[in-house]
């Protein structure tokens, strides 16, 4: 049974640029939840998504959106990279039946330059 | 705003030692999770507790929950280099899905 798998795992692009971060869940899971770890510090919600549609959303500019797709799979986009976006950004799983037990991938390594 | 205070946020221990990890609140929560992190991977759920002042036991790994649900503590008995990793506590709200993490605990324990 795959877990939660991300794509790239490590990522480096510049000022301005635009990235597109990948997730896909974990078997069984509909709900996915994207969360960006800055190094030293713990993971901050960044917007959670289910049935295709942005459930909750966390104090991130419009700059960060996001896609499920039938399969419920998921996309993290992020336009006009700035320096302070490098980070891991992280998907976690999870059944949207109230269980808030979370997996998470193992995280996409973005650096901006 | 909700935050999650913890303390210490770095300990360097010998194997051997005992130590706790404490995740401090404000605010009430309706679960508080632990998760264990090491370096290019993505946090590792450890531990659930849902009902104030629970204690949950994982080996030599104890739990506890405050009475209040606004604060928490992670008890390691005897450390093991293995336990060496980033600790971080997380409270959910309701039944969302979105967790508010505390800022982690970096644990090294020396052989």
């Known amino acids: 049974d795959a877990g939660v798998t991300q794509s790239p795992t490590h990522l480096i692009k510049t000022r301005g640029q635009q990235v597109t971060l990948r997730c896909s869940p974990k078997?069984?899971?509909?709900?996915v939840s994207w969360y960006q770890q800055a190094l030293g510090q713990g993971p901050q919600f960044i917007f959670q998504?289910?049935?295709?549609?942005?459930?909750q959303r966390g104090n991130f500019p419009d700059r960060f959106s996001g896609h499920q797709y039938p399969n419920y799979s998921s996309e993290l986009n992020v336009n006009a990279l700035l320096l302070g976006d490098s980070a891991l950004y992280l998907c976690a799983s999870s059944r949207y039946t109230g269980n808030e037990k979370l997996f998470f991938g193992s995280g996409t390594q973005l650096s901006v330059l | 705003t909700q935050l999650l205070e913890q303390s210490p946020q770095f300990l360097s221990i010998q194997e051997g030692e005992n130590l706790t990890v404490y995740c401090n609140s404000s605010s009430v929560f309706s679960s508080l999770q632990w998760y264990r992190q090491e370096p290019g991977e993505g946090p590792v759920l450890l531990v659930t507790v849902v009902t104030g002042g629970e204690v949950k036991k994982l080996k030599r790994l104890t739990f506890q929950f405050g009475d209040a649900r606004k604060d928490s503590s992670l008890h390691i008995t005897a450390a093991q280099p293995g336990d060496t990793g980033l600790y971080l506590c997380a409270g959910g709200t309701s039944n969302t899905g979105k967790l508010i993490f505390g800022q982690g605990t970096t644990l090294q324990v020396k052989p």
């Open positions: 998504y289910y049935e295709e549609e942005e459930r």
């Open positions: 078997s069984g899971h509909d709900t």
